[in-house]
């Protein structure tokens, strides 16, 4: 029913999608897998009218498809339940539902809410759910509110004549087992009225679902399988598509860490979002953590970067007992956070490169106490080079580098401030092949030049191939720990029991 | 797409911004050079400095709020109340009167930024009700009169009103000013921290920057220069009144922003604030001279903040204007 015939979608920097088709056929589920930055939710995003595709068709039965907005996909019956969740949380269940369609319950330009309610509660009972339509979405769990998702997106039923085309994009990722089983149900029991399209990178999931799966790499379509007639350890290869793996993440260039203990936590815990947890980071070196969203690894980083405040426990920095209210006295300390929100907390992306460069430690560019713009670009020049940004130069504007070279001007500016700890939130997040290559380097160099390094990262294998040590994490605790000198390498399966 | 000319890139360059005031300035000075030859003497260009100095004053503290991505929206009520303790305690302080005066600007200047950070008040919320707070005081402090300020008290203002080598005091006052406000703001950490806040604060404050404190001073700044202006006006006016600055709250935000900086912060600075109040303050003399009615003035002012955010303000760095 639906042809993506050779789309081609390009961001500044980043080619997104190159020559992608995939077709959906009537009651079917599709599977789409692929690593972070394979092209998935771009994809996805075209598909719903988010994003206009630069090049390539899609039709729907043979109708060539023209959307500049989702409320045009709409049209088309096709619907995205978001990752991120795009309910209005303190409006109603039935007013999500039918957030933007008020019109069909209006009258003299007055909502008839009952009549709101009722049809809401109509489309929840359809899909088996049993949900307070009148109840505030926050006050709803994560699970529920997915399903309220799924309820809105159905309600396209209502205005458009032909099948449904329902889009999850990674519905699962947040979902406990139990939920996840029930969403599975109610996909499974709504084949006979639409299609989907699952998005996820676990890939059982996608296989226990789907009827066929696409696999996505570097913004391409790689491989086409039924979804009976193929296993999860083989779509893994062909979805990291690497032979090499310890020469990707330089394990030769992996030494031994120094004597001493740069970051040192004893029974620290935070708001109930982890508690007693002990590590140990040595100069030089590269600590990871594992562990799946809401394990509390996120919060432990967050806690060493001093963006969270830990109430229990303590925790010392090259020996000096902590406790950091923000990222000033962090940073003050030496503490470096190369956050995963590049565009939000790692660059002033409207400030030049020059300028977040110097922005951590402006010291080192002032003289007589006023900056010296001369020093601050030759500063930032010299970074350019050594780091091989590629930019026009150190007036460039950091919102128009790419990804890659976003990051690398990120870690000059730790590096700059003369950072001793570096705390890597998903650092090669978003980032193509080549750039995360770079990143590797870059943190291999940092690590023999003695910083510590606590790396969280969105696969396990890179968290391995990096790391001197693993820790898993679960419910808040650490449930493992794993030594990753070269050549003892822990194996993912290992690490999978201990996360879940 | 191969445009002809890069307009797009041209227009989105940080300095364009900046250039296109000053294209203006010198467009306006050569229209009234031209429909008033010999307009442009020593004597009125010195006189149009004079009448700016005040808006340049206040429009210099506000600029640091809106770089910062704030607003201050108490800088006429700050003024005002600076114009009344001075004009009560010139008799019996003397010169003693200015530094109070000036005083009582950083102090509610500070209180706007405590509450602002502290209490997490928007800045136009926090300084609109400091504003009141601040007018509601030199109400209460003048009982709601202005004071005049008598031949006693004018030997100690005299000198703001007189020349040095021909060259008006007022104008010496906004030069010093403006040159200290430029160097704070393009040299010094708070006005690179300053412009790191307005132009992307959680990565600021990932940075390790003291985002409250940042704020703070700021705030505190304007709200003295704000003093500073409505001490300058009341030895220019001799007199001292609770709602002496009350028209200048629009023109000085208008100044900032018409001079270039951008109204959603991190873009901009004191330089451009100096071209923006002589733009202003040509556009009132200009006014008077075509024979608009005084009263008419704000109406004008108002179509040109309106104009010149909807014209400068970068859509692509902010998804929902509230």
Known sequence: MLNASH????????????????????????????????????????????????????????????????????????????????LVLNLTVAENIYLGEEDRFTRFGIVNWRAMNAAARRQLAKIGIDIDVTARTSELTFAARQMVELAKALTLEEVVE???????????????????????ARVRSLKSRASFVFVSHRLDEVLAISDRVYTMKDGAVVAE??????????????????????????????????????????????????????????????????????????EVTRTIGGFLQHDAGEMKIAGDAVHFGSPEPAVRKGIGYVPRERRLEGLVMFLSIAENI????????????????????????????????????????CRKLSGGNQQKVVLARWMTAGSRILVLDHPTRGLDVGAKEEVYELVRDLSAQGVAILLISDTLEETIGLSHQVLVMRDGEITARFDASPGKKPNQVDLLRAMV | ?????????????????????????????????????????????????ANTAVLFILATGVTFAILLGGI???????????????????????????PLAILSGLAFGTLSGIVHVKLR??????????????????????????????????????????????LPVVVLISAVIGIAAFLAQRYTRFGRQAIAVGAGEPAAWAAGINVDRTKIIAFAASGMLAAVAGVVLAARLSSGSPVLANQLLLPAIAAVIVGGTAITGGLGGVARTAVGALIISIVRIGMTFVGVNIFLENMVFGAVLIAAVAITIDRSKIAVIK
């Open chain 2, 121 to 166: 008040v928007p800045s136009f919320v926090a300084t609109l009700a400091t504003g009141g707070v601040v007018t509601g005081l030199a109400l209460w402090v003048s009982d709601g009169r202005a004071i005049t300020i008598e031949e006693a008290g004018r030997e100690n203002t005299a000198w703001i009103n007189a020349s040095v080598a021909g």
């Open chain 1, 162 to 184: 032909r099948q449904l085309l329902i889009l999850l994009d990674e519905p699962t990722s947040v979902l406990n087992a139990a939920d996840i089983e029930v969403l599975f």
């Open chain 1, 358 to 397: 110097s922005l951590a430690d402006l010291s080192s560019v002032m003289r007589h106490g006023a900056i010296d713009y001369g020093k601050e670009r030759r500063l930032a020049a010299d970074w350019i080079k050594r780091l091989r940004i590629k930019a026009p130069g150190p007036d460039a504007a």
């Open chain 1, 225 to 298: 399988h039924r979804a009976a007639e193929v296993t999860a350890p083989e779509l893994h290869e062909i979805m990291v598509g690497r032979g090499l793996q310890a020469e990707y993440y330089r394990e030769a260039r992996q030494q031994q860490p120094r004597e001493t203990v740069m970051v040192e936590a004893k029974g620290l815990g935070a708001n109930g979002a982890y508690h007693g947890v002990d590590l140990k980071i040595r100069a030089g070196e590269i600590v990871g953590i594992a562990g799946v969203v809401g394990s509390g690894r996120e």
């Open chain 1, 7 to 86: 789309i081609i979608k390009t961001f500044p920097g980043v080619q997104a999608l190159r020559d992608v088709s995939i077709e959906v056929r009537p009651n079917e589920v599709v599977g789409l897998i692929g690593e972070n930055g394979a092209g998935k939710s771009t994809l996805m995003r075209v598909l719903a009218g988010s994003y206009r595709p630069d090049g390539g068709s899609l039709t729907l039965d043979g109708e060539q498809l023209r959307m500049r907005s989702p409320r045009d996909a709409a049209r088309y019956g096709i619907g995205m339940v978001f990752q991120e969740q795009s």
């Open chain 2, 72 to 98: 201050d929206l108490s800088i006429q009520a700050v003024a005002s109340l600076a114009s009344v303790i001075l004009a009560q305690l010139l008799p019996s302080l003397g010169l003693a009167a200015f």
């Open chain 2, 1 to 49: 797409m191969n445009e002809p000319f890069p307009f797009r890139q041209v227009f989105e360059g940080k300095w364009t911004q900046g250039a296109i005031p000053l294209v203006l300035l010198v467009a306006l000075l050569l229209i009234i050079e031209i429909a008033a030859p010999g307009f442009l003497t020593g004597e009125t260009v010195s006189l149009l400095f």
